[in-house]
């Protein structure tokens, strides 16, 4: 019913920039809430920021200043521009959305496959 397609990973150097992009498709009913999560080899998946659709932001600590959320309700997008990237910025970045279908009453989360961002000289 939902899918999230995340697109913009690769290779980079330490201090350079990527922007990874979100789309999400299918019957929405209403969006709460999108945004981005990562997972590095031998660690959970923490949050790395969030943006509600009344443009309220959460980033985690490691990102502050270097990472920019920003989103289009209309177009159900969400976009992450990361800047000043470090080697512990590597990971695998999953797109989040919490939100409703029009089949349903309530929200749930969902998740994209992942895109894979290395940072490396």
């Known amino acids: 019913q939902v899918q999230l397609v995340e697109s913009g990973g690769g290779l980079v150097q330490p201090g350079g920039s990527l922007r990874l992009s979100c789309a999400a498709s299918?019957?929405?009913?209403?969006?709460?809430?999108m945004g981005w999560y990562r997972q590095a080899p031998g660690k959970e998946r923490e949050l790395v920021a969030t943006?509600?659709?009344?443009?309220?932001?959460n980033y985690a600590d490691s990102v502050k200043g270097r990472f920019t959320i920003s989103n289009d309700n209309a177009k159900n997008t969400v976009d992450l521009q990361m800047n000043s990237l470090k080697p512990e910025d590597t990971a695998v970045y999953y797109c989040?959305?919490?939100?409703?279908?029009?089949?349903?009453?309530?929200?749930?989360?969902?998740w994209g496959q992942g895109t894979q961002v290395t940072v490396s000289s």
């Open positions: 299918g019957t929405i009913s209403r969006i709460n809430t």
């Open positions: 943006i509600s659709s009344g443009g309220s932001t």
């Open positions: 989040y959305a919490h939100l409703r279908v029009f089949t349903a009453l309530v929200y749930r989360d969902y």
